[in-house]
């Protein structure tokens, strides 16, 4: 059986975000020979300049004009696409309008409730908890009320908004480490004067490069049609932020592929997802520290990189097409979000092989627009704001003075 699909007569695949994500699902798509479409309301998201995918332009992730736009494309293409998500808002936006969307798209989700169950950190908290699997000690804040709770945990901790939507538009900070009682209540109050809730876990001893995740997507009747376990070598903002060097993490899979699955099976969870862990140093356990639901993660290449093509087992399942045996995999495939940010020489594997998430050689245009195109200024100050916390921002800048 040929690896490679002919794109003549077959279903386009939709990937609606077209961020650093969503250009690595095109590459592991548009290599197979799928034709691709980027839904974007951004001009200038990587993806949309990858030579793999055709652009599309929408008005929003949410809301009617996301619907109304999405089935426009739908009718434009025929063929009743495969849809792939990238961002949390499309999420909530698909899962709220499924049954009107189901009839224009192939796609897999949760239940409605298990999609807002598995997006709040405390309503999965409770439910990981409530079945015995493995989660830190973590109290729930939904008002000021709540803010003497902090006392029952031991610091330090982090503190996250329950539901990311919040953080990623701005209304509270994304995720932040607290090293005091004082402290973890001062930052508490300030999350909480915005309207939603928070969360407050006791932090996992070990360094960033303790944390491991599992990919995957689950089909039809519970059929695990792919699944991948990787490892971050590094994270931005360093210990709390985002992927920034990931590789695969054979030695994790067989116990992390098993839990992930068991969690799956028990909350209904459908279609593309993760989740991620960190090994306890003091406990010697991997602990649970949040899913993602519904769409690819951030570091999704990875999985392709090592020869596990998530999209494309996706893509095969929804069209009933028989699985694929697994791609060649690439010992010691590194990769990375940027080539700004790297991981300790340590840590590498030997005979590393690093991918930019951006720059690959037969696919050069987002590379050249995110790296020569965008101001660099603009780079600059992401890079200083990662870096620094406001606090020590503060400092440097009057001790410069």
């Not at 699997?133 to 329950?162: A, E, G």
Request: charged share 25%; with cysteine.
């Amino acid at each position: 059986m040929k690896s490679r699909l002919d794109a003549a007569g077959m279903p386009a695949a939709v990937v609606v975000g077209g961020q650093l994500g969503g250009l690595g699902l095109v590459r592991s798509l548009g290599n197979q020979g799928i034709p691709v479409v980027v839904a974007e309301t951004k001009r200038a998201a990587a993806a949309l300049w990858s030579r793999h995918a055709r652009r599309h332009g929408i008005r929003s992730f949410v809301g009617r004009d996301f619907i109304d736009d999405m089935i426009a494309l739908a009718r434009q293409l025929g063929h009743r696409p495969v849809l792939y998500l990238t961002d949390e808002d499309a999420v909530h936006s698909v899962s709220e309008a499924r049954e009107e969307l189901s009839q224009w798209y192939r796609f897999r989700l949760p239940s409605a409730q298990g999609v807002r169950m598995l997006s709040s950190k405390a309503a999965f908290h409770r439910f990981a908890q409530d079945h015995d699997f493995p989660v830190p000690r973590t109290v729930i804040l939904n008002d000021q009320f709540d803010v003497p709770q902090l006392s029952s945990l031991r610091f330090p901790c982090v503190i996250k908004p329950d539901d990311k939507r919040q953080a990623l538009s701005g209304d509270k900070e994304r995720a932040i480490r607290v090293e005091s009682l004082a402290e973890g209540q001062e930052h508490a109050r300030a999350m909480l004067r915005t309207p939603g809730g928070i969360v407050a876990q006791e932090w996992i001893d070990g360094p960033q490069s303790n944390i491991y995740f599992t990919l995957f997507y689950r089909g039809k009747n519970g059929k695990a049609s792919a699944v991948f376990t990787g490892r971050k070598l590094a994270c931005w903002p360093p210990e709390i932020g985002s992927t920034a060097v990931c590789v695969g993490a054979p030695e994790a899979h067989a116990e992390l592929g098993r839990i992930t699955l068991a969690f799956a099976r028990r909350a209904g969870f459908d279609g593309m997802g993760s989740m991620e862990y960190k090994w306890d140093d003091k406990h010697r356990r991997f602990v649970m520290i949040e899913p993602t639901v519904g769409r690819i993660d951030w570091q999704e290449e990875i999985a392709t990189l090592c020869g596990v093509n998530i999209p494309l087992a996706a893509y095969r399942h929804e069209l009933e097409l028989p699985d694929l045996p697994r791609g060649p995999a690439r010992p010691g495939a590194v990769w990375r979000a940027t080539y700004i940010r790297g991981a300790p020489a340590g840590l590498m594997p030997p005979g590393a092989q690093t991918f930019d998430g951006y720059l690959r050689w037969d696919d050069p245009l987002p590379a050249i627009h995110h790296y020569c195109l965008n101001p660099p200024l603009e780079r600059v100050r992401q890079w200083w704001n990662g870096w620094f916390p406001s606090n020590r921002r503060e400092q440097v800048q009057q001790e410069q003075q």
